[in-house]
């Protein structure tokens, strides 16, 4: 029984997910953006925590700029941001499709 209301409380706890988007800057072109997003199920906060730390890290030690981390919750909601580089700079500039 215990088990059915965990599943019925789970079922209305928000989504998450990590959007990491790398900036690609020619001199004399527009910035183009990648964009990635890795989806974690309803309620899976601390993975995606997890996942969130660890692609921190691994942009930090391979030094690879500029590259914007977002940790997300429902659709919109940014609960943890992480900028590497000149980003805030590059956004201000005319991105291309």
């Known amino acids: 029984m215990l088990k059915h209301w965990k599943n019925f409380i789970k079922a209305f706890a928000p989504t998450y997910h990590v959007d990491v988007t790398m900036y690609h800057f020619i001199p004399g072109m527009p910035v183009k953006a990648e964009k990635t997003r890795h989806a974690f199920k309803k309620g899976e ?3 995606a925590q997890d996942f969130f ?7 930090k030690s391979h030094s690879i700029a500029p590259v914007e981390i977002n940790l997300v919750k429902g659709k919109r909601r940014v609960i943890n941001s992480r900028q ?8 201000k500039l005319r991105l291309s499709a």
């Open 84 to 91: 590497f580089g000149p980003v805030k700079a590059l956004k």
């Open 45 to 47: 906060l601390v993975a």
């Open 53 to 59: 730390e660890r692609a921190s890290e691994k942009t």
